[in-house]
């Protein structure tokens, strides 16, 4: 767990360091890098992997999406993310192609669906590792301060395997 957590710690300052040296370029790389808590909803995982998870992931946007043509007050984007929720014998990372909607305001929604990677406890408490069908639905902001936009975000991530279902609570940074 420990060795998880420092990984992860060691990618999001690598790709803050990377952005920070690309920061030159006037396009920004569609790149998004969040850490926040997970909370399972089903209670045996609760009970054995513990009330909150951490958590985190990156999400690179693929394309934009027109629509609302001339409005200026929505626009629309795809993209690919790979989060992990994790704490003791429950692991779940979700690799999910999302549809995200802005607001003009900063607001944003969010929804994605693919394969999650799960990692629970069966019935005698042994580790079982298997692929799930993964969603997310999610709602954010946008702020920007300096170079660098952050946000704050919100979202449910299900999963066909109901233990490791729950919310999520994020910040992260986009470059």
Do not use: C
């Not at 009330?51 to 409005?71: F, M, P, R």
């Not at 298997?130 to 300096?146: E, I, N, T």
């Amino acid at each position: 767990m420990k060795r998880t957590i420092a990984i992860s710690v060691l990618a999001i300052m690598g790709a803050t360091m990377a952005s920070q040296a690309l920061a030159q370029e006037s396009k920004p790389l569609g790149l998004s890098v969040r850490a926040g808590i997970f909370l399972p909803t089903n209670d045996k995982a609760k009970k054995s992997g513990g009330k909150q998870w951490i958590s985190g992931g990156v999400e690179y946007k693929l394309g934009d999406l027109n629509y609302a043509a001339g409005t200026g007050q929505m626009s629309g984007s795809y993209s690919l993310s790979v989060d992990i929720y994790q704490k003791k014998d429950y692991r779940h990372m979700p690799v999910l192609l999302n549809y995200t909607s802005r607001m003009a305001d900063g607001m944003y929604f969010n929804a994605g669906a693919g394969v999650g990677f799960v990692r629970e406890l069966d019935n005698t408490n042994a580790r079982k590792s298997s692929s799930a069908f993964s969603y997310q639905l999610g709602v954010g902001k946008d702020f920007s301060r300096g170079k660098t936009p952050f946000f704050v975000e919100a979202k449910w991530v299900g999963s066909s395997k109901k233990s490791v279902s729950g919310y999520g609570i994020f910040v992260g940074a986009r470059f």
